[in-house]
């Protein structure tokens, strides 16, 4: 079980990592954006937010990194 889950986190990552590339190429990211480590971070991030959500049925916590991933692919931004 665990195998897929880390399989998941990667198709997924890559999947992300590939939207970005295509961002960057189209000069829509800023110079040095570390593609994979901030797809990464995203995966991660939603994981995370996802586990607290199901452990405590908060909505502040898909909320909040909602908010704060909306943030920061903002800063990315050419």
């Keep these: ?3 897929r ?5 990667m198709q ?7 939207w970005l590339e295509e961002a960057k190429s ?3 990211l ?5 593609i994979r480590e901030v ?3 995203i995966v991660t991030s ?15 916590f898909p909320r ?3 908010r704060q991933i909306n943030s920061y692919l903002r800063m990315l931004r050419a």
Excluded at 12 to 18: P, V
């Design 46 to 60: 939603i994981n995370g937010a996802a586990a607290l959500y199901v452990a405590t049925r908060n909505n502040r």
């Design 39 to 41: 797809a990464d971070f």
């Design 30 to 34: 800023k110079p040095g954006v570390r």
């Design 26 to 28: 189209e000069g829509r």
């Design 12 to 18: 997924f990552s890559d999947l992300l990592a590939s």
């Design 5 to 9: 889950i880390v399989e998941g986190f």
């Design 1 to 3: 079980m665990s195998g």
């Design 64 to 66: 909040a990194i909602e």
